[in-house]
């Protein structure tokens, strides 16, 4: 089965830093998303996006995040100022142009120090 | 607004034994259901889901759940436990197939010799 693949698998940074986050979806997919689960919670829908521009984000999505398909491939998230509370498990997920399967990457674990 | 509980955190059962974990849904319009699984270090694999239609649905590995509306159940269940079923599951809704998902909490299945 085709797979999502995220760089890198664990990612350690001090807080104020940026971090961006990868993600290369499977090839032929259309529709991106971001999801995250902080430990021992649920997993939270971040972002959408969908023929390059955000089709919906929720209220943890703030000015500190953003997304971008900077070369057509990759699949990017990035968090301008890492907080204590961005320490997660940060999931993408891709699906094709029917929008019926969520394909989702093994994650990044996000750890801020 | 669409919300999803897992009952029960961590279910632990014998190897044999029958696997029920609990899901029940809130939505104001009839939603699609599904249940992920989550292997150690792995991503979000779909196990299953409903749309329309039959409300027994039938997923990998042997798993199955069914949508009661009246309810507001979708139940995953497998008859005969394997020690290799021992994972994380988890519960979540939207209202239209591939998009934004509400995931449950979760829930850990243990699996004794």
């Known amino acids: 089965e085709p797979e999502v693949t995220q760089t890198p698998s664990h990612q350690v940074t001090q807080m104020g830093q940026e971090v961006i986050l990868r993600c290369v979806p499977i090839?032929?997919?259309?529709?991106f998303y971001w999801y995250r689960q902080i430990l021992g919670q649920k997993v939270e829908f971040l972002v959408s996006?969908?023929?390059?521009?955000?089709?919906?984000k929720s209220e943890i999505f703030d000015d500190q995040f953003s997304v971008e398909r900077p070369d057509g491939s990759n699949f990017t998230l990035k968090i301008r100022s890492t907080k204590l509370e961005d320490s997660a498990m940060y999931f993408c997920?891709?699906?094709?142009?029917?929008?019926?399967?969520?394909?989702f990457g093994s994650g990044t674990q996000l750890s801020v120090l | 607004a669409q919300s999803v509980t897992q009952l029960g955190s961590h279910v632990s059962v014998s190897e044999g034994a029958l696997v029920l974990l609990r899901c029940n849904y809130s939505?104001?319009?009839?939603?699609?259901l599904f249940w992920y699984v989550q292997y150690p270090n792995q991503g979000l694999q779909l196990l299953l889901k409903?749309?329309?239609?039959?409300?027994l649905v039938k997923g990998i590995n042997g798993f199955e759940a069914e949508f009661k509306k009246s309810e507001t159940s979708f139940h995953l269940t497998k008859p005969s436990a394997h020690m290799s079923d021992a994972a994380e599951y988890f519960c979540?809704?939207?209202?239209?197939?591939?998009?934004?998902?509400?995931f449950g909490q979760g829930t850990e299945l243990s699996v004794k010799p």
């Open positions: 939505s104001s319009v009839p939603p699609y």
């Open positions: 996006f969908y023929n390059n521009e955000i089709s919906e």
């Open positions: 997920a891709t699906t094709g142009a029917t929008n019926e399967k969520l394909f």
């Open positions: 979540a809704v939207t209202l239209n197939q591939g998009g934004k998902l509400i």
């Open positions: 409903y749309t329309t239609g039959a409300t």
């Open positions: 090839s032929n997919h259309l529709y």
